[in-house]
């Protein structure tokens, strides 16, 4: 969810905030949040429920497994589909092409001194966060 990009702390949130207008923001974020975490938890659920009964209760099927055949076998596969040295050849080209640029971007404009957002100072029982 892109709550995340408005303030909303990624772990827990115990609080209002006080009321501060920028946490009001989050709260259809936090029902859609709830929803997706509500159907995750079914899913999950209903996952193990048909493992167990698959493992244990289902009826064990007996026989001859149908394997396909090639139709045609004089046309070869090019050797460059069949070699795994080129498809991790092109899996990890991608990834350094889709790495590369940001990773550069991100060391060549870091500064020690650099803040993060800032929306003031927020005192919640007591104690004060900064951020």
């Given at each position: 969810?892109?709550?995340?990009?408005?303030?909303?702390?990624?772990?827990?949130?115990?609080?209002?905030?006080?009321?501060?207008?920028?946490?009001?923001?989050?709260?259809?974020?936090?029902?859609?949040?709830?929803?997706?975490?509500?159907?995750?938890?079914?899913?999950?659920?209903?996952?193990?429920?048909?493992?167990?009964?698959?493992?244990?209760?289902?009826?064990?099927?007996?026989?001859?497994?149908?394997?396909?055949?090639?139709?045609?076998?004089?046309?070869?596969?090019?050797?460059?589909?069949?070699?795994?040295?080129?498809?991790?050849g092109i899996a990890i080209a991608l990834i350094l092409l889709a790495y590369t640029i940001p990773i550069m971007d991100m060391i060549q404009t870091h500064r020690q001194d650099q803040?993060?957002?800032?929306?003031?100072?927020?005192?919640?029982?007591?104690?004060?966060?900064?951020?």
């Amino acid at each position: 969810m892109s709550s995340g990009l408005l303030g909303n702390p990624r772990r827990t949130q115990l609080t209002n905030y006080n009321g501060h207008s920028v946490a009001e923001g989050w709260g259809t974020y936090e029902s859609a949040m709830a929803v997706g975490g509500t159907l995750l938890f079914a899913s999950l659920c209903l996952y193990f429920i048909l493992l167990i009964y698959s493992a244990f209760y289902a009826p064990k099927g007996f026989g001859r497994i149908l394997i396909g055949e090639v139709m045609d076998a004089k046309k070869k596969v090019p050797r460059l589909l069949e070699n795994w040295k080129g498809w991790i050849g092109i899996a990890i080209a991608l990834i350094l092409l889709a790495y590369t640029i940001p990773i550069m971007d991100m060391i060549q404009t870091h500064r020690q001194d650099q803040k993060g957002l800032h929306f003031g100072n927020h005192c919640v029982a007591g104690s004060c966060l900064l951020w």
